[in-house]
């Protein structure tokens, strides 16, 4: 068959396919397998949350919002930031409701990067800000992520990566797909790094309140210098278990926020209306005390599929701080991260992601995630066992 060249663009025919989406179709068409590789939680949202939507789809709520979406939602916003994150933001100019954290993502990166500007990327790292970064003309420059200091950013490896071209530097925490929280003292010295270099900062702080072992969340727009080079970004997909919501935002200076609504003009407008009316109410309540019953319940969850793999033969992991993923290291096995992914689901029917997706730094891994329930967790540990026996790891 002649591929239909005339109708599809260089720059779709360049994007890499993720190979969580190869591993995704393969499960999806197979039958009874275990599936740890999205990064979605079982749990449903709260019932208040669902009937706060119920009650929405009942009122007026059909028709556009304004395009830096409903105001009520952004003032809500606006507390939030202030009650949890310490950061102030007028809710009028420098709050962006967005379809997901993965629209503030494409729009903050179409809005600040020109081509051939460098974007400092965490490796391992959430693909989509390589895809986001390229569709932006950006140039993805990977700083690495240390396994040995709980997949952390050394600022020293950073600042070498610094060159006249870098333009963004990225951060993830508590981050995807390693868990790893950045603690306060090394978010002051990259923010300190930023403001000498004069970098701007898009934080994506998605998983800002899941985490264990009493780690804390620090947004680096609160430290000293940041609040105007910073876009922070948060949702309510993994907070509120609402991931089909599409409902996040972007905070950050006016002189972003407004040319990244002139873009989300082109892309989406604004998300749902009755999903931006629930989430007035999600906003305005504590999310730490709402949610603290799931956090609970993936600190379980995550501590026994460790503990799990980490007795099997060849693989290695240490707890994640936060977020719910495992990041295991299978060099023991012999297998390079996608043989092993693959042997994974064809052998023993699991499904997990194979590092490389996660940029060079992910060779070596496989990312397990622990949203799904205590029972799948169990027959996917049972059976990931078998399939390392089969593999005659000693
Ligand atoms: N950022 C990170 C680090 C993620 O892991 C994800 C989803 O997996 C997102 C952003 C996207 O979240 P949303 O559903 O809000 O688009």
Redesign the pocket.
Known sequence: MIEPRHAVSTRARQMPMPPIRAIFEAASRMDDVVRLEV??PDFGPPAWLREAHIDALRRDSSHYTSFSGLMALREAIAEKLERENAVRRDPTTEVLV????????YQALQATVDPGDEVLLPSP??P??IASTQLAGGVPIFYPLHASEGFTPRVEDIARLITPRTRVLLL?SP???TGGVIDRARLEALAALACEHDLLVLS?E??EHIRFDGHSHTSPASLPGMAERTIT??????TFAV?GW???FAAGPAAHIAPMTKIGLSTCTHPSTPAQMACVTAYRRSAEGDIAGMVATLRQRRDFLCDSLAAMPGIRCARPAG?FYVFANVEGTGLGSEAFSWHLLRAAGVATVPGVGFGPGGEGYVRLSFAASMGELERGVERIHRALTSLSVD
């Open positions: 990064g979605e967005t379809a997901g954290a993965t629209g503030a993502l790292g959430w989509q800000y993830n981050g995807n797909p994506d998605v998983y970004i948060h949702s309510a997909s993994k991931t599409r409902i996040g977020a």
